[in-house]
């Protein structure tokens, strides 16, 4: 929750306050599903001012619930700009990272507090029990001439529309509003900032390792095309592998670029009642090779909907909502799917395949539209188009389709192969990406070839039977195909 309203007038402030706890702090997600006590039930006169007071002269808060010690809050107030602007700090210990806004919300709602009177004969007939009295939060607000008042702070009402309040010393009991209850039974958990990472639109988020259970899974790299959104993302350990860049992935890789937690559940040091001694997830992440960060993942709260997390090895316990992460489960093999480099053949300037002894070098025309029908290419000097040469076109298509038919089948990390005597290399020139990447495929036995990558064992390995009966039966060996080509292209040249 976080609202930016300092600088409003207090009115504002304490209508936005009002609307935005109801509908926001109202839904944060609690263990015992809310609190909710008996309250006596009353007559009421119209609304009544509890304090009419300059926010602007408030110094000082302090804040004492019951189960928990005393912590002070302050505002000042500097000119920036020739401007008056409003400071709010948790005086009680500096090294907290607070958010301001939630204190200085705290501020405008006791200063400018009203709520409805309850009758004198209901009050004079339930004991301080009833209006949660007994163990009320006091809340001090000390002005800058030293003058104090003092307001219990009660139960919340049954229907949870509000909450029983009393200046100290008086017997009037007042219902205020439930939101307004919220802030003035602050705990400090509750003014922490929760924004533990926001990128700005210039960073971007270039190194992501993970981490299950205690078990290293993977380290993915990313980079970005110059003059381009594109990005391009890779696996360096424990494989070396082109991830396909899709829709699953983008939301997978833009979790990280906004954590923010719902709350601040718990400081605490017993990371195992979170599932935090050993987290169900640690990632680290860096951004623009500079900066890393660490998110743990632990438990899932009782209804599924949040994930106790840390934030980089602190003792903040928060709760980070699980759909953020719902990429998160994938392993190594879902992460790199079956193709092991992939590119469509309109972002290539020339394609390159050897296999059987032979060479095959086609120059791909700039296709702007990626329609079938615009395709042109040369190959051995003579120049095919799709309007003249439909035939010897879809010939070259299969030839691809079959390259990218190669498809990893399985993946062996713990074997250092040697680059050596390749029987199919395919080479692809990426217009749009501007690089050159090579595959190559060394036979491991009479089943199964070693998959390179730019002269770097992928860690995955290709069915030899794929050359000639493609793993999807959808597209035709890349062997069959190469030899159609060569027959067609025997008729035309």
Known sequence: MKNKIIGLSVLAVLLIAVVVVYFIWGNKPSENGGLITPSP????????????????????????????????????????NDETVDKYTLVSDSSIDVEEDEIGTIFAVITGLSGTVLDSSVVNEATDEDFGFDKATVVTLEMRDGTEYVLEVGDYTTSLDGTFVRKRGESTVYVIGYGEGLY?????????????????????????????????QYTLEGSQVEDSSTELWNVTEPISWRITFDSNFLNYTSAFYSIIAAECADETEDFAKYGLDVPAYEIEFTVDDKTTYKLSLGNLTENGAYYYARWNDGNNIYLITADQFSEIDKTLREMVGNIVYYCSYFDLSRFEVEYGGQSYSFDIGENAEEKTENDVFTYDGKSFSEKEYPEVCNAF?????????????????????ELKDPEITLTFH?????????????????????????????????????INNPTDQLTPGLANALTEFSEIFKTVK
């Open 397 to 417: 298509r299969n030839i691809y389709k079959g390259a990218l038919g190669l498809w990893a089948y399985e993946f062996d990390t713990e074997v250092s192969p």
């Open 41 to 80: 039930s009353a007559s009421s006169t119209p609304k009544e001012t509890i304090y009419d007071l300059e926010l602007s002269e408030a110094r000082y808060i302090t804040i004492k619930n019951p189960e928990s010690e005393a912590y002070k809050l302050g505002h000042t107030q500097i000119i920036e």
């Open 184 to 216: 003035l039974k602050s705990e400090i958990n509750d003014l922490k900032n929760l924004y533990l990472f926001v990128a700005t639109s210039e960073e971007f988020v270039n190194r992501i390792k993970m981490t299950k259970k205690g078990e290293f």
């Open 430 to 466: 990426n217009r749009v990406e501007n690089e050159v990447v090579k595959l190559e495929y060394v036979r491991r036995d009479n089943d199964r070839y070693y998959i390179f990558m730019n002269g770097e064992y992928t860690g995955a390995l290709s069915m030899i039977s794929t």
